[in-house]
């Protein structure tokens, strides 16, 4: 299994931007999908969005986001570097909490469920001021 490890949570303004790297061990990371999960005060563990493993040659890499966070995050992987990014603009208060990177290697219709994943990082805290 991979082992993963966020970073580049921090303190921004509302409308601001920031961006968040989910790094893995592991030889096999290009097979994994990864996804961004939040948890705000008070709330549960949600989607944010995913990213698909690397495909043939030629073919896109799938994404899928949350509808909260569609125009306004962006999730890219480099798998040289096994690494996994979550872009993060026009921030709002409500996306304050903690966001958590999480890969699986098994095979599902969907992803946006927290029981999918089989590996998780320690999470990295994101506070919007307004």
Known sequence: QVQLVESGGGLVQAGGSLSLSCVASG????????????????????????????????????????????????????????????QMNSLKREDTGVYYCAATNLYYSDYRGTSKYNAWGQGTQVTVSS
Do not use: C, M
């Open 27 to 86: 030889r096999t990371f290009s097979s994994y999908v990864v996804s961004w999960f939040r948890q705000g005060p008070g709330k549960e563990r949600e989607f944010v969005g995913g990213i698909g493993w690397s495909g043939a040659r030629g073919h896109p890499i799938r994404t899928d986001y949350a509808e909260s966070v569609k125009e306004r995050f962006t999730i890219s992987r480099d798998n040289a570097k096994n690494t996994v990014y979550l």
